[in-house]
DNA sequence: GTGTTTGCAAAGTGTTTGCAATTTA
DNA sequence: TAAATTGCAAACACTTTGCAAACAC
């Protein structure tokens, strides 16, 4: 039996499994990280946002290992990297192709629903690459006036 | 023969009025800044790339310099900065909504022709809000084998 | 002359890395 | 017990800033 990877991911007790499904060693820090991070609802997080929220659940995880964790859960595919700026690194924990808006006024970061963006025509990646990921992002600013 | 087009900014003696037009003293650091980046065809540059262009050309100018007047630039609209990832800025001479290829391999960034690909339905921006920017970027690696 | 701009070097920011101690299987 | 993981602090790369000197008008 093959393990499925949808989008959806069991919370409670499965996260150990979630985690060795993927062949990473379930440690006490990845799962306290992976409880923030898919303990309920899609998120996009920042580095510092995981650090703050698992101080608030007591569970002391450095810094760098949450990089690295992010990073490494980025490569088996739980999550994906959002490029909305140079100023800090988002994670995604909907994988799935969408788009952001991300609004300049409060640095807040969402999805933009499926129906009011369509993209067609996706284009063919050129020789010898493939299409690793695509990132749309709307920027938003105060509307003046 | 060759046919210019038509929304290309113009060289030589135009450059110091394309400053002028929006406010921009015209410094001889400033018109060899422009003169790199608006000396023909668009272009996708980092600071860095400006710096060692310059420099070539015997225009010695900080990179302080640079980076406070690409800003500038892009604050009165000549130049449209690019998110692409967090480890270096980029900015577009082409100041239109379209799209980049960026290629991990070799750090190039490219245009995604428009005919390759379509967006319908641009969302209306939330209350209070309105678009700044719109970034879409398709993240090219090597295509294994 | 007056306000703007420049350039240097220092400070700042988010992220990554080296390595000894710890933990997992 | 062997290999993987963690955490700290130092290193990093890119960008911004403070301020005196130079410049544009």
Redesign the pocket.
């Known amino acids: 039996m093959k393990t499925e990877h949808t989008n959806k991911i069991p919370e409670g007790d499965c996260l150990p499994s979630v985690l ?1 499904d993927r062949g ?7 799962l306290a ?1 992976a409880s923030v991070l898919f303990g309920g609802g899609h998120k996009h997080v ?3 946002q995981i650090v703050m929220a698992l101080h608030k659940r007591k569970a ?13 859960f980025t490569q088996v595919g739980l999550l994906r990297e959002i490029a909305v700026d ?5 994670f995604d924990t909907n994988t799935t192709i969408h788009g952001h808006y991300f609004d300049e006024v409060n640095g807040a970061l969402y999805d933009i629903p499926d129906e009011a963006l369509t993209m067609i025509n996706l284009p063919q990646p050129p020789q010898g690459r493939k299409i690793k990921r695509v990132d749309i992002t709307i920027r938003l600013s105060k509307a003046e006036g």
Chains 1, 2 share one sequence.
């Open positions: 060795a990473i060693r379930p440690t006490r820090q990845r990280l920042t580095a510092e002391r995880v450095s810094l760098a290992t949450v990089y690295n964790n992010l990073h490494h140079q100023t800090c690194t988002y």
